[in-house]
């Protein structure tokens, strides 16, 4: 019966880091038009936002006090999720101008990950409630952000 239990959460561990991966993805792709284009829609802001308050709130544990990915071990996944995002965002970049391969070339990937490692931190300091707020305010440091906080 044990072995059945520890099967089921190994399962439902599974589904929630493919859940924060999908999530990741999503993030990626708004961060990537937001460096190509240098500007920030409010849609952009939203979904970035609310990726990031997913992400907080599936990767915390049932017990409320410990992650199913600490802080240090973001950087393979990030890595991962930075490429898998690149051919969607190519759809969607300048009208969908460039190839995927075009658009990878264009990225600066290290600042990419550094912006989201960043947004991830946050969800590590702050609680849901106050999340929402603290986002705003760094979105506002992005290209084009002081533009779209105005």
Request: charged share 25%; aromatic share 8%.
């Amino acid at each position: 019966a044990l072995a059945i239990v520890d099967e089921l959460e190994g399962m439902s561990k599974q589904a929630i880091l493919r859940n924060i991966d999908s999530f990741l993805v999503r993030l990626f792709i708004h961060l990537i038009k937001n460096q190509v284009e240098q500007r920030l829609t409010n849609s952009w802001a939203a979904s970035i936002a609310s990726s990031i308050l997913e992400i907080k709130k599936l990767n915390l544990k049932d017990n409320k006090t410990s992650y199913y990915i600490k802080p240090e071990q973001w950087q393979p996944r990030l890595e991962e999720a930075l490429e898998a995002a690149i051919a969607p965002a190519s759809l969607e970049v300048f009208n969908g101008e460039l190839r995927r391969s075009q658009l990878s070339q264009r990225l600066d990937k290290p600042q990419l990950i550094l912006t989201a490692n960043s947004l991830l931190s946050l969800t590590y300091r702050y609680s849901a409630k106050e999340l929402p707020a603290v986002l705003d305010d760094y979105l506002t440091e992005l290209p084009g952000g002081e533009e779209w906080g105005r």
